[in-house]
C-alpha cells in the first residue's frame, strides 16, 4: 500500500456534484451505531455500576471537573455537549483501526472519516456554532462586547490627547477579534485532519513494509508480528489524543464564550 491508497477517496457524482461517498456513508453509520448504543447503554445503567458503566461515570466526572476549572459551575452543563464531540470524533479516528475489502478485493486499514477535511470542517463549524449560542444565552446582546475588547479599557486608559486613535483602534481591533473567532474553525478542523491523516499515511506505510516482509519469506524475523501491534497502538493513542484536543479545545472556546467578563 502506497502513499496515495493511504488518502484515496472513494468519489461518485451527487446531483451534479462530486461527494466523498465513503466518508458520508461512514459517518452516517457511525452517527446511527452512536444513537443506538446510547439508547441501548441507557437502559442498562444501573445503581451498582458494572466495569463499562464505572469507566463511564469516571470520563463524566473527569469532564465535569475540567468543565468546573474552566468556566464554573454553568461549565459543567456544556458536559454532554463536549463529550458527544468526544465520543464521535474518537469513534471516527480509532474506525481506521479496522480492516476493509472494499478494494479490488484486497485487504486495506479502513478510512477514517476525519482524515477528510470535509468531516473536520463540519464539526469545528457545528462547535462554533454552538459556543456562540450558548454566549449569547448566557449573556444576551452584550455577548457581542466582546468583539470590541479592549476598546472600552483605551477609552478609561489613554489620555485625552490621544482619544482621537480611538476610531481607527476601533475598526482594528473589530477585525482582529474577528479573525480570531474564525480562525478557531481553523485550528480545531485543520489540526484534527491533519494528525488523523498523516497518522493514517504512516499506519498504511507501515502495514505496506509487513506486507513486503511477508511476501518476501523472511524467516526469523519479529516484524511481521510486532508491527502490527505497534501500528494498532499507534492508532489508538494518536485518535484518543486528537479526540480529547479537539473537546478540550472546544470546552475552552465555550467557557471563554460564557465566562463573566467585568472587564469589558
Not at 474577528?178 to 499515511?201: W, Y
Not at 509487513?210 to 524475523?221: D, G, P, R
Not at 472556546?253 to 463573566?260: G, Q, S
Amino acid at each position: 500500500m502506497n502513499t496515495s491508497e493511504a488518502i484515496e477517496y472513494y468519489i461518485v457524482p451527487f446531483l451534479g456534484y462530486r461527494v466523498h461517498a465513503d466518508t458520508i456513508s461512514v459517518t452516517w453509520m457511525l452517527i446511527a451505531a452512536a444513537l443506538i448504543g446510547g439508547y441501548l447503554f441507557s437502559r442498562k445503567i444501573s445503581p451498582v455500576p458494572g466495569r463499562l458503566q464505572s469507566a463511564a461515570e469516571l470520563l463524566v466526572e473527569y469532564y465535569h471537573e475540567l468543565a468546573f476549572n474552566m468556566a464554573g459551575k454553568r461549565g459543567r452543563r456544556y458536559v454532554p455537549y463536549v463529550m458527544s464531540i468526544f465520543l464521535f470524533v474518537l469513534s471516527c479516528n480509532w474506525l481506521g483501526l479496522f480492516p476493509s475489502f472494499l478494494k479490488y478485493g484486497h485487504v486495506q486499514i479502513s478510512m477514517p472519516p476525519t482524515r477528510d477535511l470535509s468531516t473536520t470542517l463540519a464539526l469545528a463549524l457545528i462547535s462554533f456554532v454552538a459556543f456562540q449560542y450558548f454566549g449569547f444565552r448566557e449573556k444576551g446582546w452584550r455577548y457581542i462586547l466582546h468583539y470590541f475588547y479592549p476598546i472600552p479599557l483605551l477609552v478609561r486608559s489613554l489620555p485625552k490627547f490621544l482619544l482621537f486613535l480611538i476610531p481607527p483602534l476601533f475598526v482594528l481591533f473589530v477585525f482582529l477579534n474577528i479573525v480570531e473567532e474564525l480562525a478557531r474553525v481553523l485550528s480545531l478542523s485543520v489540526r484534527l485532519m491533519g494528525n488523523i491523516l498523516g497518522e493514517h499515511i504512516v499506519a498504511s506505510s507501515l502495514l505496506g513494509f509487513v506486507i513486503i516482509v511477508m511476501e518476501l519469506s523472511i524467516v526469523f524475523t519479529p516484524i511481521p508480528d510486532v508491527l502490527p501491534i505497534f501500528i494498532l497502538f499507534l492508532g489508538m493513542l494518536t485518535g484518543a489524543i486528537q479526540a480529547f484536543i479537539f473537546s478540550v479545545l472546544t470546552l475552552s472556546y465555550i467557557a471563554h464564550a460564557v465566562e463573566m467578563e467585568e472587564e469589558h
